[in-house]
């Protein structure tokens, strides 16, 4: 039973340039299992162009159309299929036997420091390289020195789970070496002991600004846009619910602005709220807009009836896609810090490459990062992955100015959501 394990994950390139890349999955299904793949298609700087998903609940079928954003990024289509082979259910009829848990060990966390001259655009750049080597940022504590030297402390872990051997821990640091050159003083990577399970405790965020942070009001669009057409746009993002078409089905008709993630959001709600997704269509964008059909049941296999029910989930999905990320800027005595927060899946997982948009927008408009962290926030309903980062002063961005501070909220929001 089962099919060869190459044939699980096909990558068929395209012909021309600016054509999408078809990838095909072909494996027995687990819950959430389309979450997990579109994270990893979102964390490789891929978008979709449209897609499809069809599962019996024993085996699933699902068809990504993506290109690279931007167009000109390098993707390493070998490492992505393994990453999307190594998410999906063995194939193997042991896996039919013993349909207990998928969830896996997690991963092991190593403590990497980088010690250098400091200039702008330094953070951004190291977490380029991680990035590019596929190493995942978990934490971060950057810290500048009065001699205008920092110390970056990266809690990561390897998406390609070789960090336990000596070769790959001495390759990434001698890659990060070369290409920071002169400004890199030292490089030490190992295996993390207590640092990362301290860095996991709650932020410790004043009052006034977690409720900024986290409101639920809607007006608040936490999106790359500025205009009052855009916003009113933006504010006709629908969902049809029909529990008439189908006698085991429950039909979810979405429509919304397209935006950087929106399909790994949509997906990642729907996975939290214990729904799983029997088919699915993903219709090109059309004049800036996302199409989804989705046929849904309960994880007791009946389509989804209680209004209550219906209601909450319809208020979670429209919540991810007008308000998916929040950003704001607050001064704290002689200090300004940029705060950027996004809902963390309940496996754990937060949203991918957050702190490399931040850092590029940063670095984008010139602003420096005196120190930066990243930590877990609770609220009433979930649980929040909070980045902080504490600027310097900019003569192009004199950050007591509240124009200055909204300009930096919307660049940061326009890199984050834009593609």
């Not at 669009?221 to 855009?230: H, L």
């Amino acid at each position: 039973m089962g099919i060869a394990w190459d044939d699980v994950v096909l990558i068929e390139h395209a012909v021309k340039s600016g054509d999408p890349t078809v990838i095909t999955i072909n494996c027995p299904d687990k819950t959430g299992l389309g979450c997990d793949l579109c994270r990893i298609v979102l964390e490789f700087g891929l978008y979709v162009t449209r897609g499809d998903f069809a599962t019996d609940g024993k085996w699933c079928y699902i068809v990504l159309w993506v290109v690279p954003r931007p167009s000109l990024l390098k993707v390493d289509w070998g490492s992505l299929k393994n990453r999307l082979m190594f998410t999906c259910p063995s194939c193997m009829i042991s896996f039919y036997l013993n349909q207990q848990s998928t969830a896996s060990a997690p991963p092991s966390v190593y403590l990497l420091k980088v010690f250098c001259l400091d200039r702008k655009g330094l953070l951004h750049d190291v977490t380029k390289i991680l990035c590019e080597l596929e190493l995942t940022i978990q934490r971060v504590k950057v810290m500048t020195t009065p001699d205008d030297k920092v110390l970056d402390l990266f809690f990561i872990t390897d998406g390609m789970d070789l960090l336990h051997t000596k070769q790959r821990r001495d390759e990434t640091c001698e890659h990060l070496s070369d290409v920071l050159g002169e400004y890199c003083i030292s490089c030490e990577l190992q295996l993390s002991e207590t640092e990362c399970e301290v860095q996991q405790g709650c932020s410790s965020l004043p009052q006034e600004v977690a409720e900024e942070l986290f409101s639920c009001e809607l007006s608040k669009e936490a999106v790359p846009m500025s205009s009052a057409s855009d916003t009113a746009k933006l504010k006709k993002a629908t969902i049809t619910v029909d529990n008439l078409l189908s006698p085991a089905h429950t039909l979810l008709q979405i429509q919304c602005v397209d935006q950087k993630g929106i399909i790994y959001d949509i997906l990642r709600t729907s996975k939290d709220c214990d729904v799983q997704i029997t088919f699915g269509r993903i219709q090109s964008t059309a004049k800036g807009y996302r199409t989804i059909d989705l046929f849904i049941q309960r994880t007791d296999g009946k389509k989804i009836i209680d209004a209550e029910n219906i209601k909450y989930l319809c208020s979670r999905l429209k919540e991810e896609m007008l308000h998916p990320l929040r950003v704001t800027v607050a001064s704290r005595g002689p200090d300004t810090e940029l705060l950027v927060a996004n809902p963390v899946e309940l496996s754990g997982k937060g949203r991918p490459r957050v702190f490399y948009d931040v850092t590029f927008a940063l670095k984008k408009l010139g602003i420096c990062i005196f120190s930066a962290e990243i930590a877990r926030h609770s609220t009433a309903e979930r649980q929040w992955e909070v980045y902080r980062f504490r600027l310097d002063e900019s003569p192009e961005y004199p950050l007591a100015s509240r124009r200055a501070q909204t300009e930096i909220v919307d660049r940061v929001k326009k890199t984050l959501m834009g593609w």
